[in-house]
């Protein structure tokens, strides 16, 4: 029987990287005494797929992974028994069984949505609002990628699905498939760089809302795509 | 939701942020104003070190389950954040609460090794506590030092306000209760100190005055208070089965070095090796019983979710146990996927058996620690470990498909000669041999591996070679270069790795552990240059050291290569790890008559525990090895 589990990672949670998170959830497990299945071989080990990686620094109210039962179990006694030995900052929101046809959870991540928030303290210039809407309206939005050596340009703008931006708050749906994922701060970062304002990345909070696959050309989150 | 003492950019700007915020599965939250006292227990070196001691676990817990203590955690913020912390002046903290540590009323430090010393006066310095327990207030915690370096505290004495001497378990509820009491009737801090060290096991430096000869030899130790002891006795727990013990660890988000479930099988060890602190500090061998830890190994993995499992002791061959405890632990993980992680075992048919049964034999390899490269320089340090043993455990292994082996020796022990060194390449060599003897060459799997390793011999207190001198560096280096001589002339030299330990932090370990109190002055010296993490080679700063021992007027020679005479008064003298001088003494010219012998049957080796009792002094604490009946 394969589960898909959705969870958020908020608090001082979001100081744990990626690779740490899958090795808490695999202990995580043991303690909730789930019977997941083992891979064979002389070092067996646990059968679970994680969605997108999340950054150190962000928080989330939409991760996923997936795992494999030796026996099947009630979903919900999964989440009851798993959020009973969680950290604080780390909840199990839904537990779905997975038709033995739906595709792992990595797989099918196409699309993120996030939500940006500002430090207290943050001054922003007057009108940043109508100046982002226009900045991500444009038929092209470049972007300087830096890796290590080389720097890249980007254009944003295919990547960028949705978006809605409020005084308090700006709503980013971007692409977060392995192949041609985004972050959400390049978007912040060019549009700053754009209108000349330098803002210390530590201002901006960054919390994902939500995790998509596709079902058909809809996007539909990763917890309501089990067949 | 926890507020952290660090601001987020400060965090992400670190290696690790993890290191700092906490959190973990089994971290105990208390309200801190319904707790009366308030400790921080602190192990002086990076968190996944930290983390990974089992001495602070036993505490924390035994701490915790009182209901009017919170005990917390904290570890050396690695050089990163350090200089994070100084910069934006952020006073250090404890993980639990986030809470500054000197608004805590103790601080425990364990001292595991001597090249910690500068990251103790690290973890004072960003508490903002003064490194001097004389300058402290009452706004400050009480300093508590513990652990191995306990046995030897006199070079960091000064940084203390007091020690705990031996293990953990037994005093520190007296100690808390006078604490307690003390707040009650409005005490002061040297009157607590006063109380606490009429406590048995608590020694408190400041009561005490050490005197010189003009050598600079140590003349006498003075108590000078009324009523606390001339000597302070280790402390120990009689029934190590029926004792406090962590049954649901702090579980850590990132990989420590010991990132599984440790099961202690026994404190001491039966065996008797000359040069080795531990085997005489912990004596006598107390065993855990069998039942417990199996129960203890269940309850462990339940709570933690951990997929490993290791048995710890110094020589866990010896636990008499050991097969039951393997077997009832195999048969459990094997269906929870659990994997067992052994220490290093002596090398016999039952060993490989277990072994080959708990990992893959092709990917791992046998350990042998015979210490010295001849059978009389073995007999000299009394490890009984012969080279017929080595060879026949070898050829078993060889057979069973083990292909690489690790040999574990130590440079200049008392009395070694050059004939001694080329015995490491021969031995190597030999083992090597016997591969190709027994392994038919279509069952090779390419050639054998064999790594030989050196380290310098420290002489320790509270050991037979406490009276040796220690080898100068140049000789180490002589020493280092002739191993690789004789490695390089073996027939079999190619399938011969070696590797060496540095000389330069092994001298000053050595002047450390057998240091007096004039030491402090310069250890804080060479802490005031930034040196911090001694112990790691990358962070290492030998001629700062050097050069403030110069400019301190510390001549290290006489602490590392000087010999002492059999009546000189030792500065660790004074405390009393229940092991007579006189027999320390004993086995010391025992040593020496074995390096005048003229052949390996003349030598005279100590037996162990179990194969006859030699009087040693530990059965004054009547328990353990020393009251059970040998006959059975
Ligand atoms: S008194 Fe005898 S049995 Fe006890 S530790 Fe000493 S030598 Fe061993």
Redesign the pocket.
């Known amino acids: 029987m394969k589960v898909r589990i959705k969870f958020s990672k908020t608090g001082v949670m979001k100081f744990i990287g990626h690779l740490d998170m899958m090795r808490y959830f695999q202990k995580a497990i043991r303690r909730a005494k789930i019977d997941i299945a083992y891979s064979g071989g002389f070092s067996p080990h646990q059968i679970m797929s994680f969605a997108a990686p999340l950054g150190v620094g962000l928080t989330s109210l939409g991760e996923y992974f997936d795992i494999e039962l030796r026996t099947a179990m009630d979903e919900e006694a999964i989440k009851e028994r798993l959020n009973q030995v969680m950290a604080e900052g780390v909840a199990i929101l839904e537990t779905t069984a997975l038709a033995d046809t739906a595709g792992n959870a990595m797989a099918s991540v196409a699309a993120a949505a996030y939500e940006v928030t500002f430090a207290e303290g943050t001054v922003l210039p007057d009108g940043w609002t109508g100046q982002l809407t226009a900045f991500l309206d444009q038929p092209q939005i470049p972007y300087h990628k830096l890796t290590s050596k080389v720097s890249r340009m980007l254009d944003l703008k295919p990547l960028l699905y949705d978006s809605k931006v409020t005084e308090e708050k700006v709503y980013l749906l971007v692409n977060a498939s392995s192949a041609d994922n985004i972050k959400p701060i390049f978007v912040m970062k060019a549009f700053f760089e754009s209108i000349g304002v330098t803002i210390s990345e530590h201002s901006l909070y960054i919390c994902r809302m939500e995790t998509y696959g596709l079902n058909g050309d809809k996007f539909v989150p990763l917890s309501a795509l089990t067949e | 939701m926890r507020k952290l003492a660090l601001k987020d950019e400060y965090l992400l700007l670190a290696e690790k942020p993890a290191r700092y915020i906490g959190n973990e599965i089994n971290s105990i939250q208390k309200d801190k104003e319904t707790t009366a006292i308030r400790m921080a227990l602190c192990f002086p070196d990076v968190y996944e070190i930290g983390m990974s001691h089992l001495g602070i676990q036993i505490l924390y817990d035994m701490l915790n389950s009182w209901e009017d203590v919170w005990c917390e955690r904290v570890y050396s913020p690695w050089v990163d954040m350090d200089r994070i912390m100084r910069e934006a002046s952020i006073p250090l903290f404890a993980l639990e609460s986030q809470d500054p540590i000197r608004e805590f009323d103790f601080l425990g430090i364990t001292i595991q090794y001597e090249l910690c010393y500068t990251n103790i006066l690290q973890i004072l310095d960003l508490s903002g506590i003064p490194y001097y327990a004389r300058e402290r207030s009452d706004a400050d915690p009480i300093v508590i030092g513990g652990g191995p370096c306990t046995y030897n505290p006199e070079p960091i004495a000064d940084f203390f306000d007091l020690f705990y001497i031996g293990e953990g378990e037994t005093r520190y509820r007296e100690l808390l209760d006078c604490y307690l009491e003390n707040r009650k009737q409005g005490g002061s801090r040297d009157e607590f100190l006063l109380a606490a060290a009429r406590i048995p096991g608590i020694y408190v430096p400041r009561f005490y005055r050490t005197e010189y000869y003009p050598d600079g030899t140590v003349s006498a130790m003075k108590p000078l208070a009324e009523g606390i002891p001339a000597r302070i006795r280790k402390e120990l727990v009689d029934d190590v089965s029926h004792t406090c013990y962590p049954l649901k660890p702090v579980v850590p988000f990132i990989k420590t070095t010991q990132d599984r479930v440790t099961l202690e099988l026994q404190r001491g060890c039966?065996r008797g090796c000359r040069f080795c602190q531990a085997g005489y500090l912990y004596?006598?061998v107390r065993e855990r019983d069998v039942d417990v830890l199996k129960k203890y190994a269940i309850t462990m993995l339940e709570n933690t979710g951990y997929e490993e499992i290791s048995l710890s002791s110094l020589s866990s061959s010896d636990y008499s146990g050991l097969a039951e405890l393997i077997d009832f632990l195999i048969t459990e993980c094997k269906s929870q996927h659990t994997n067992i992680s052994l220490p290093s075992l002596r090398i016999d048919a039952f060993s490989l058996d277990v072994m080959s049964k708990v990992q893959d034999v092709k990917k791992s390899s046998l350990t042998f620690a015979p210490e010295a490269g001849s059978q009389r320089l073995r007999n000299i340090i009394n490890k009984g470990l012969t080279e017929e043993m080595i060879l026949e455990g070898a050829a078993t292994a060889f057979e069973a498909g083990w292909s690489r082996v690790k040999l574990y020796f130590m440079l200049g022990l008392p009395s070694e000669t050059e004939a001694d060194i080329s015995g490491i390449g021969e031995l190597a060599n030999r083992i090597a041999a016997v591969y190709y003897e027994t392994v038919p060459k279509e069952k090779r799997n390419g050639k054998v591996q064999i790594i030989a390793s050196t380290s310098f011999f420290i002489p320790k207190p509270f050991t037979p070679f406490q009276w040796a001198p220690q080898a100068t560096k140049e000789a180490f280096l002589d020493k280092a270069y002739l191993t690789r001589k004789s490695i390089s002339s073996q027939l079999n030299q190619k399938s011969i790795k070696y590797n060496w330990h540095e000389t330069d932090s092994s001298v000053l370990e050595c002047v450390l552990a057998r240091g007096d109190r004039r030491l402090a002055p310069a250890i804080l010296e060479v802490y005031r240059k930034g040196c911090i993490f001694d112990a790691w080679s990358e962070h290492y700063r030998h001629d700062v050291w050097m050069e403030t021992f110069k400019e301190n007027d510390v001549d290290i020679s006489f602490y590392t290569t000087r010999e002492r005479a059999d009546d000189e008064i030792f500065p660790w003298d004074f405390i009393d790890c229940g092991i007579s001088k006189e027999y320390l003494r004993k086995e010391w010219h025992k040593a020496r008559s074995a390096a005048q012998a003229s052949s390996e049957s003349e030598q005279l080796v100590t037996p162990n525990?179990r194969e006859q009792?030699?009087?040693?002094?530990?059965?004054s604490f009547r328990t353990g090895?020393?009251v059970l009946d040998k006959n059975i």
């Open positions: 039966i004596r006598p525990c009792c030699q009087g040693c002094g530990a059965a090895i020393c």
